[in-house]
């Protein structure tokens, strides 16, 4: 079954860019969607085919797909991103989700 | 108000069964297919599955057949997942997400309103 891999954790100051990776085979002619996930709340989506920002999501979100490995970039990190963040693709009508990444800002 | 609501938490013995529902609220019901993640504690998202909120044709994941039913009832706007035979590894906390843009390019879906959970707990 198709596997998407995503570091346990990422650390980053406040200010600076974060950088969360999503890794699978041929990832990059595949969709990938981002979903923040703070704690003791539902989902949502930070980033959608790939590169876009849903309305309502701030301009420091960015995604990027290409061979194997998606990313998420969060430019500027604030406090308030501090969450775990899942990246989601399909694989043959298969929803899969990352394992999750949990980034702190600290 | 564009939402989904869930039932509220359960908690069940091994062996028995549960059914969770999901009532959208606030838009066309069956503009959008629904699916079902869950989330045991502390770990990561799990899809079970989709249902055709116009048909209501069920696709389970691998892994989530059998046990697992999706169904709905259109006419409350709500969809149902049952779990039979629960084991002790179901308990999570168990979502239902609506579909970006509805039925359109199956294959890249993604979820833009989840409802907040319903936690199924099973333990003896």
């Known amino acids: 079954s198709y596997e998407l891999t995503q570091p346990p954790s990422v650390s980053v100051s406040p200010g600076q860019t974060a950088i969360i990776t999503c890794s699978g085979d041929?990832?990059?002619?595949?969709?990938v969607c981002w979903y923040q996930q703070r704690p003791g709340q539902s989902p949502v989506v930070v980033i959608y085919q790939d590169t876009k920002r849903p309305s309502g999501i701030p301009e420091r979100f960015s995604g990027s797909n290409s061979g194997n490995t998606a990313t998420l970039t969060i430019s500027g990190t604030q406090t308030m991103d501090e969450a775990d963040y899942y990246c989601q693709a399909w694989d043959t009508r298969t929803l899969v989700f990352g394992g999750g990444t949990k980034l702190t800002v600290l | 108000q564009v939402q989904l609501v869930q039932s509220g938490s359960e908690s069940k013995k091994p062996g028995a069964s549960v059914n969770i529902s999901c009532k959208a609220s606030g838009y066309t019901f069956n503009y959008f297919p629904l699916n079902w993640v869950r989330q045991a504690p502390g770990q990561g998202l799990e899809w079970l599955g989709w249902i055709n909120t116009n048909t209501g044709n069920p696709t389970y994941a691998q892994g989530f057949t059998g046990r697992f039913v999706l169904s709905l009832d259109a006419s409350v706007s709500t969809a149902y997942l049952q779990i039979s035979s629960l084991k002790a590894d179901d308990t999570a906390l168990y979502y239902c997400?609506?579909?970006?843009?509805?039925?359109?390019?199956?294959?890249?879906?993604?979820?833009?309103?989840w409802g907040r959970g319903t936690l199924v707990t099973v333990s003896s």
């Open positions: 041929d990832l990059g002619n595949k969709y």
């Open positions: 997400a609506r579909v970006a843009k509805g039925y359109s390019d199956y294959g890249n879906w993604y979820f833009d309103l």
